[in-house]
C-alpha cells in the first residue's frame, strides 16, 4: 500500500494540469506546513523566526514546469529579489533554484544565461546559491550546467541523489572542481535501470558518499531526516577531525522541526529548506510521497477549504 501511495503522489507531482489548477486556486490543502509563504515578504518572517533560533535558511521560490522564455525571465527575476531581500533584512540565508525554472526544458543557453544573471547579483550581495537535483532526465543536462557554472564561480553547489547507481561515479569524476554538495536520497520515481528502489541499498550509498565527500575536504550537506544518517555524519566527523566549518546539515521546513534545533543546540550548522510561492503543488505531492501519513495535512486543509 505504502508503495502504491508513493508512486501515485509522485505521478501527480508530475502532472502539468493539476500543477496549474492547483496553482490558481490557491495555497490550500495543508501545504502551509511546508511551504513558508504565497510571497518573498511572508517568507521573510518565517526566516526571521529561523535566524532568531539559530537556524540558517535556503530559499526556494517554487515553481516548476516552465514553459516560455518569459516565464523563465519572471522566476529569474523573483530569485534576483529574494536575494536583494536576504541582503537588505540581514538573514542568515541561501538560495536554492530549480533550473526548469530557469528554463532547462526550453534551452541550455537560456537557463546559462539566466543562473549567470543570478550569480552576479549574489556575488555582490556574498549570497550561495545551490542547484536543486530534479529527475534523472534532466540529470546530465544539470550537472553540465553546474560543471560550466562553477568554472566560472565561486558561489554555486549542487545536489547529489544517492539513489542513483552512478552517484559514488560522478562524486569522484566532480572533486575536480572542488564541488560544495548537498548529499540526499533522492525524491523523484526513478526506474530500476538508473536506481536503487531498496530504502537499505539507497541509505548504505548515502553514508559512501558523505563519508567519501567529507574526507575529500569539500563542503558537505547532509540534507537528511533520517536519524540514522545523522549518527553516521556525526561518527565519521568524531573518527576524522572533520572541522564543523566543513560540513552542515539540511533539513525541510515543517518536518521534524525539534531536531532542527538539537542539531543546531549539539553545535551544528543547521540550515532548514524554506520553499515558498504560490506553485506549491508538485513539492507537496513528493513530501506525500516520503510519507503517506503527510496525507493528514490534506485532509485537514480540505476540510477547512
Ligand atoms: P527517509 O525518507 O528515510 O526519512 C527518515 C525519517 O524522516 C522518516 O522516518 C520520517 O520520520 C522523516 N521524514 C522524511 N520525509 C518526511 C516527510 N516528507 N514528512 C514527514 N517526515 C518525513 N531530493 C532531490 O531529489 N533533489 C533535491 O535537490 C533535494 N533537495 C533536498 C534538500 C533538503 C534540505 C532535504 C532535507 C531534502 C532534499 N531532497 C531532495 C529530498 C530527499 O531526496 C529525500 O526525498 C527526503 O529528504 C526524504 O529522505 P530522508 O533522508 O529524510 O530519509
Given at each position: 500500500?505504502?508503495?502504491?501511495?508513493?508512486?501515485?503522489?509522485?505521478?501527480?507531482?508530475?502532472?502539468r494540469m493539476i500543477t496549474r489548477l492547483a496553482k490558481k486556486y490557491g495555497f490550500h490543502l495543508g501545504a502551509s506546513r511546508f511551504v513558508a509563504g504565497k510571497n518573498i515578504e511572508e517568507a521573510v518572517i518565517v526566516i526571521k523566526e529561523l535566524n532568531k533560533k539559530g537556524l540558517a535558511v535556503t530559499l526556494d521560490f517554487l515553481g516548476e514546469f516552465v514553459e516560455s522564455e518569459g516565464e523563465a525571465r519572471d522566476r529569474v527575476n523573483q530569485s534576483i529579489k529574494a536575494i536583494e531581500f536576504?541582503?537588505?533584512?540581514?538573514?542568515?540565508?541561501?538560495?536554492?533554484?530549480?533550473?526548469?525554472?530557469?528554463?532547462?526544458?526550453?534551452?541550455?543557453?537560456?537557463?546559462?544565461?539566466?543562473?549567470?544573471?543570478?550569480?552576479?547579483?549574489?556575488?555582490?550581495?556574498?549570497?550561495?546559491?545551490?542547484?536543486?537535483?530534479?529527475?534523472?532526465?534532466?540529470?546530465?543536462?544539470?550537472?553540465?550546467?553546474?560543471?560550466?557554472?562553477?568554472?566560472?564561480?565561486?558561489?554555486?553547489?549542487?545536489?547529489?541523489?544517492?539513489?542513483?547507481?552512478?552517484?559514488?561515479?560522478?562524486?569522484?569524476?566532480?572533486?575536480?572542481?572542488?564541488?560544495?554538495?548537498?548529499?540526499?536520497?533522492?525524491?523523484?520515481?526513478?526506474?530500476?535501470?538508473?536506481?536503487?528502489?531498496?530504502?537499505?541499498?539507497?541509505?548504505?550509498?548515502?553514508?559512501?558518499?558523505?563519508?567519501?565527500?567529507?574526507?575529500?575536504?569539500?563542503?558537505?550537506?547532509?540534507?537528511?531526516?533520517?536519524?540514522?544518517?545523522?549518527?553516521?555524519?556525526?561518527?565519521?566527523?568524531?573518527?576524522?577531525?572533520?572541522?564543523?566549518?566543513?560540513?552542515?546539515?539540511?533539513?525541510?521546513?515543517?518536518?521534524?522541526?525539534?531536531?532542527?534545533?538539537?542539531?543546531?543546540?549539539?553545535?551544528?550548522?543547521?540550515?532548514?529548506?524554506?520553499?515558498?510561492?504560490?506553485?506549491?503543488?508538485?513539492?507537496?505531492?513528493?513530501?506525500?510521497?516520503?510519507?503517506?501519513?503527510?496525507?493528514?495535512?490534506?485532509?485537514?486543509?480540505?476540510?477547512?477549504?
Amino acid at each position: 500500500m505504502e508503495r502504491w501511495l508513493r508512486n501515485f503522489f509522485l505521478f501527480l507531482s508530475n502532472n502539468r494540469m493539476i500543477t496549474r489548477l492547483a496553482k490558481k486556486y490557491g495555497f490550500h490543502l495543508g501545504a502551509s506546513r511546508f511551504v513558508a509563504g504565497k510571497n518573498i515578504e511572508e517568507a521573510v518572517i518565517v526566516i526571521k523566526e529561523l535566524n532568531k533560533k539559530g537556524l540558517a535558511v535556503t530559499l526556494d521560490f517554487l515553481g516548476e514546469f516552465v514553459e516560455s522564455e518569459g516565464e523563465a525571465r519572471d522566476r529569474v527575476n523573483q530569485s534576483i529579489k529574494a536575494i536583494e531581500f536576504i541582503r537588505r533584512e540581514n538573514l542568515d540565508a541561501q538560495l536554492s533554484v530549480k533550473l526548469t525554472s530557469m528554463g532547462l526544458d526550453i534551452s541550455e543557453d537560456l537557463v546559462l544565461e539566466n543562473m549567470r544573471r543570478i550569480l552576479r547579483i549574489a556575488k555582490w550581495n556574498d549570497v550561495f546559491v545551490t542547484i536543486d537535483m530534479e529527475d534523472y532526465s534532466r540529470y546530465e543536462k544539470t550537472l553540465n550546467i553546474f560543471k560550466q557554472l562553477r568554472s566560472e564561480s565561486e558561489h554555486i553547489g549542487t545536489v547529489l541523489q544517492a539513489y542513483l547507481y552512478r552517484a559514488e561515479q560522478d562524486l569522484r569524476e566532480l572533486h575536480e572542481y572542488e564541488p560544495h554538495f548537498r548529499l540526499v536520497k533522492g525524491a523523484y520515481k526513478e526506474s530500476v535501470e538508473v536506481a536503487y528502489q531498496n530504502k537499505k541499498d539507497v541509505d548504505d550509498q548515502l553514508k559512501k558518499l558523505i563519508k567519501i565527500h567529507l574526507l575529500s575536504g569539500h563542503y558537505t550537506a547532509v540534507a537528511s531526516h533520517d536519524d540514522k544518517i545523522i549518527e553516521y555524519t556525526k561518527k565519521v566527523v568524531k573518527e576524522h577531525d572533520i572541522p564543523f566549518e566543513q560540513f552542515e546539515f539540511q533539513m525541510l521546513y515543517g518536518i521534524r522541526p525539534e531536531c532542527h534545533e538539537k542539531l543546531k543546540d549539539e553545535g551544528y550548522t543547521m540550515r532548514v529548506y524554506v520553499p515558498y510561492g504560490t506553485d506549491w503543488f508538485g513539492y507537496f505531492m513528493r513530501r506525500l510521497a516520503e510519507r503517506p501519513a503527510n496525507l493528514q495535512f490534506l485532509l485537514k486543509g480540505l476540510f477547512k477549504f
